[in-house]
């Protein structure tokens, strides 16, 4: 994975580089995501082998950190992967999204993974409520933290248990059995996911080549954020749509926050977008619109595949017939380098480019790593509390009181 930085950082800034490191290894110390690339697998491996052999379809129940981490990953994979078993993710109490997937999957060759940290998440707790009643109880794993009250009911219908360590936060679970779980039972090769996450995590530790540019581009985003509080990441492939979402939580649920040295409220705010479909829809408004966002875009180097455009002329159609016998992997780093060209013309918008090398475990597992780390060098130096989401409890209360009231 490379990450090239268009944009500079002042001298006095990279003053603070030491200083912010230091910072990040004393956090490191206490906070559990740190070290999840150095997890043992073997246990899951073994936990799951006693699983039903006849599952064809894997059902995830769990919402924000607690799916979208997995769902990101096997998304990324699934164009380029052959899958055991199906997987699916139910998040939304949507009535029609519940219906569809009912129809979707072999209810009775199903296994439903229900995953919360906390363990009483309403929506999550609704969906279990639901198919527990339509399905014999040896189709339910449960994944939580230790004790929590869902954790007790694991114990009381003797389901399959995995743990959630307390010191890792939802948004920042996805290499802990939340996402390794799930994606080990279709066949992911979570090794390698884990593989590339330590990598990014020595670079970064051990004086390697990602340090200076996360320390660089975290200085940039927090001196910068008043200005620049709007960070858009571009991801020139489809198969990134739910990395993106996984992206908008992370980024948004750990920054936005009152200071914690202030009574003052900050905030970046993310954005996901995909190429080349929202260069028709979104790139007017980076392009001459208010200069308040960063933009990063995401690239893969290899695709992985050989789909070329064939030589086929129309002549109303005779200008376009430089497509000819094109790979579609071309044009679309093609396209997104024209992109970043235009952009970079315009000489007061940041950009910054992330190659990915290929669409494998390995990859995505650096892309993950490298996001986590810097949102946390972010969070510490825009002065938030990274890890908690205090700002979502006032709504679930007054949700808790209306449906008292419905009774
Ligand atoms: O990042 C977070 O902590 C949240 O987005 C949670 O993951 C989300 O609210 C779900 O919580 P839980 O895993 O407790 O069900």
Redesign the pocket.
């Known amino acids: 994975m490379e990450n090239i930085l268009y944009f500079t950082v002042r001298q006095n800034l990279l003053r603070k580089k030491n200083e912010l490191f230091e910072a990040i290894k004393e956090e490191e110390k206490k906070v559990g995501y740190y070290h999840l690339p150095f997890s043992n697998t073997q246990k899951i491996k073994v936990q799951l082998q006693h699983l039903n052999s006849e599952i064809q379809d894997i059902v995830v129940i ?5 799916s979208l981490g997995a769902k990101a990953v096997y998304n990324f994979l699934k164009p380029q992967k052959s899958f055991a078993k199906r997987l699916f993710f139910l998040e939304s109490t949507d009535p029609l999204n519940i219906q569809n997937l009912i129809k979707q999957i072999n209810l009775e060759k199903t296994h439903f993974f229900i ?4 363990g009483t ?1 309403l929506e ?1 707790i609704a969906l279990f409520k639901y198919f527990f009643n339509k399905c014999k109880k040896e189709q339910f794993s449960i994944i939580s933290e230790l004790n929590s009250p869902l954790a007790k009911v694991a114990k009381e219908l003797n389901a399959s248990f995995f743990e959630i360590p307390k010191n890792v ?3 920042f679970s996805v290499l802990s059995n939340v996402g390794l779980v799930p994606l080990a039972m279709v066949g992911v090769d979570i090794d390698k996911l884990l593989l590339g996450a330590r990598k990014i995590y020595k670079s970064f530790f051990e004086d390697g080549y990602i340090k200076d540019t996360l320390l660089k581009k975290a200085l940039f985003y927090a001196k910068k954020h008043q200005q620049f509080h709007i960070n858009v990441l571009f991801a020139y492939s489809e198969s990134f749509k739910y990395f993106v979402q996984w992206y908008i ?1 992370l980024w948004g ?1 750990s920054l936005g926050k009152r200071q914690k040295h202030s009574i003052f409220n900050v905030g970046l705010t993310p954005i996901g977008l995909i190429g080349p479909e929202d260069q028709h829809s979104f790139l007017q408004l980076i392009m001459e619109g208010t200069r308040d966002k960063t933009i990063t875009f995401l690239t893969i180097k290899n695709f992985m595949q050989d789909l070329s455009i064939p030589d086929i002329s129309f002549e109303p159609l005779k200008e376009l017939d430089m497509l000819n016998n094109l790979s579609f992997d071309t044009l679309i780093n093609l396209q997104s380098q024209s992109i970043k060209e235009a952009l970079l013309m315009q000489e007061d918008i940041p950009v910054d480019e992330i190659i990915l090398e290929n669409v494998d475990e390995e990859s995505i597992g650096k892309l993950i790593f490298y996001y986590e780390l810097l949102t946390s060098l972010v969070g510490y130096l825009i002065d938030v509390n990274t890890y908690n ?1 205090p700002g979502v409890e006032l709504g679930k209360k007054i949700l808790k009181e209306k449906l008292k009231d419905c009774k």
Do not use: A, F, V
């Not at 769990?62 to 607690?66: C, D, F, K, L, T």
């Not at 995953?115 to 906390?118: A, G």
């Open positions: 769990g919402i924000g950190g607690s995953i919360s940290k906390s998440t999550t936060g939802g948004r939580q649920e989401q």
